[in-house]
């Protein structure tokens, strides 16, 4: 629970002054009153009784021979020998209908065995439950309608007991069955079935919080608390002993197991609320061992003697204790928590200390004991919210977790793209520095020996050859720019060809009308190589060259847009010239070199996947190069 | 008349490049080989601009590119460049050139570049504005940049000119989109070349030496 704890502990760091201090310890004490007042008001509530017509409080016990009143106490501790005797007489009016008469014993320690007109009907210690004196089990027996007189009948009750308390009858009731039997009913599901259902609750608990803790050996509070639930439904289950086996003894030490229980409830406490655990707790195990140790060794009669003498204290001591140490840490840390297990402390305690003052005749008059019910109650409450908690813990995790599959996946794809991203970068990497080589080595070699032939040959007036020099270069250039990573846009590589071409224009005093009809130019392709780029560029050079050379053009349009198609957006470009034009189709008028030139544009166009239209009329010639949606992977064996 | 110091060991390509210069009738050209020759001329006469090559027998155009930076910041620097690549502009413009040249460009071509600089427009080629707008891109924990290119400094609308270049947009295109005037466009540039440019000499040969882009 180092969470719960922790939270509080920041809260605790702001100093609280003594008069602060003094207003809430009052305040908490005025809630515990509150509470004691609720309990006070439930302790009254009037048990379920029959109607008072059939109750018999008049009784000749012998020995000693005296008329007592019901309820009595009977200071014996002991009286299994020579049980007192409890003479009452009853009347069954004559003419009433024929119907079974019971008798009913609401509450009784130890035991009770129950004679109609001599006749014995009823023996209460065959009844386990009826035997637990912690317990206000009720009893009832039909009176064999043989047995019933009209007018005058005698009722005889022995009263066993055997500890560890003393002896105690309350009221009698004889009268009609279906007069008494809905309060024995209503007694038997309040003390006997309600406990039985709490126990039921607690081992299921028990089991739960166990798992827990061997899951979770480092939150021992879980531990604890199972261990104390354990003990209460062993407590709740073992029937009483009569003899004296080591059975017997191990029964009796069950029984008297609660200040084993109240000590785990405190160790428990004293970690759920973060608190250090001193080693001297040990000792609050000490007088629940001493219990145990004399069970096995000494059997159920020491056992009971030795209870009566620690057993409440401790239980009343360890109860005493939570409530203080709760107390305290609710002083520094106020929270809800701590105030709802202050009060469930305050009840139990109540509780406790209202059978202990029943016990030793001082309080009540009807020795119904409320402690076991109210304690299981608040174990109960406590092991649910520990529950609940560690299920929002759970929740918390699951949400946790799914963040976290969510938090990889992202991560994940993440460093998929850097991946892809790292590989183009190397691959870009190793283009450009191949380029950078390639460049070096032209630019230092073959590239010099260019420009010094352009030079030559213009000063000689060799033309032809400087024209052919300067093509050289011009090809050099172009394939040294299809290497650069333009990353898809062909666009940086038109960029680049328009100079070349407009300067190769210039020369030829023809107008280069340069258009991007849409304002992107052209769609980018991730998947475009220096491979097509070459291709597309040599394409489009063909296409003006052919203009410069063969059309006698004034002006050379290039076009450059996207067009939506049903595959998505294709580029299109296209170099128009306003000269002579030729007829394409048919190859008789076709110019000489034309017709390899539109052969091997046509074959750069397929290569990249693209489609290459050419018209051309009187009003001159238009070269449309649609580029494929995909560009064909050019390594690829072709089809 | 535009005193122009070009610095060009290929003999070729030195008389085609001062051919295209002096045939306008706009520039004075003097014409060298080498380092030696270039910085005793540096000492005698300050160009408006500096031509250089990179490889020179004698040692390396970005060093001269430096040293004329520092001590004529007036200069304008181009590179000469055979190819436009972007290693060899981008190290130039780092030691404090604001433009290029190629050197098989067409004669008009040159001299409009040179004339456009001096009227304080840089030019620019898409693949040098692809390559600065990559390195833009490279995310600051990666930091620094892969070619020693600081692009922290530049403004997210200079940015902007340079995917413009990088796409082949025109400047008219460019100033269009972006709510500027067409004139600013070139200057804009120019100031994108000088945030580029490394600040001291130790830390522009350090990172040089790192980037492989000076060979010892």
Known sequence: MSTAAAEPESRQAAPVGAPRLALRLLLYLALQALVVVGCLGLAALPTPEPPPRWQLTEAWLEPPGAAVSLPHHHSARFTMADPPRYGLAFDRPAGLPEEPWSVLLPRFTNGVAVAVNGVEILDSRRNPAANRPDRSSPEIAVIPSSLLREGRNELTVRLFVWGPLTGFLDRIHVGPDAMLRPAHDQRVLLFVTLPIVLAAWQSILAVILGMMWLMRRHEPEYGALAASMALGVAQTFISAPSGQSLYAGLNAVLIASAPLESAFAVVFLVLFLGLRLPRAAALLFLPGLIITVTGLLGGPGPVRILYLLLGPFTVMFCLVLAAVLIALVFLRRRDTITLVLGSAVTVVLFFWAFDILSILDVASDRRIFFSRISYSAMVIAVGIGLTWRFARALNQVDSFAGSMVTLVREAEDKLRASLARDEERARAIALSSERSRLMRDLHDGLGGQLVSIVALSERQQAAPIGEAARAALKDLRLVIDAMDDIGGDLMLALGAWRERIAAQLRAHSIALAWRVLTPQGLPVHRELRPGHVIQILRLLDEAVTNAVKHAGAGTITVEIETVAATDGDRGRISVRDDGRGFDAEAGSAAPPLAGRGLANMRQRAERCGGQLAIVSGPEGTRVTLDLPSRFADLDAPRV | ?216
């Not at chain 2, 085609?16 to 380092?35: H, K």
Request: hydrophobic share 45%; charged share 20%; net charge negative.
């Open chain 2, 1 to 216: 008349m535009i005193e122009v110091l070009l610095v060009e060991d290929d003999a070729p390509t030195r008389w085609r490049l001062q051919d295209a210069l002096g045939a306008t009738g706009e520039c004075a050209v003097t014409a060298v080989a080498t380092v030696t020759e270039a910085r005793t001329h540096l000492c005698e006469a300050v160009p408006r601009v500096l031509l250089t090559d990179l490889q020179l027998p004698d040692g390396h155009g970005l060093d001269l590119i430096r040293e004329t930076r520092q001590r004529h910041p007036e200069t304008e620097i181009m590179v000469i460049s055979i190819l436009g690549d972007e290693e060899s502009v981008i190290a130039a413009i780092r030691q404090g050139a604001t433009g290029y040249l190629l050197k098989d460009a067409f004669p008009t071509d040159i001299a409009a570049t040179v004339r456009d600089l001096v009227a304080g427009h840089s030019p620019i080629s898409a693949s040098i504005a692809r390559f600065i707008v990559r390195r833009t891109q490279v995310q600051p924990a990666a930091a620094p940049a892969p070619q020693g290119l600081n692009t922290a400094r530049l403004t997210p609308r200079e940015i902007d000119i340079l995917w413009g270049i990088a796409k082949g947009f025109s400047y008219a295109d460019i100033a269009g989109h972006l709510g500027l005037s067409r004139q600013t466009v070139p200057g804009h540039i120019k100031n994108i070349y000088r945030k580029l440019e490394v600040n001291t000499r130790g830390e522009a040969v350090f990172e040089a030496l790192q980037q492989g882009l000076i060979r010892l």
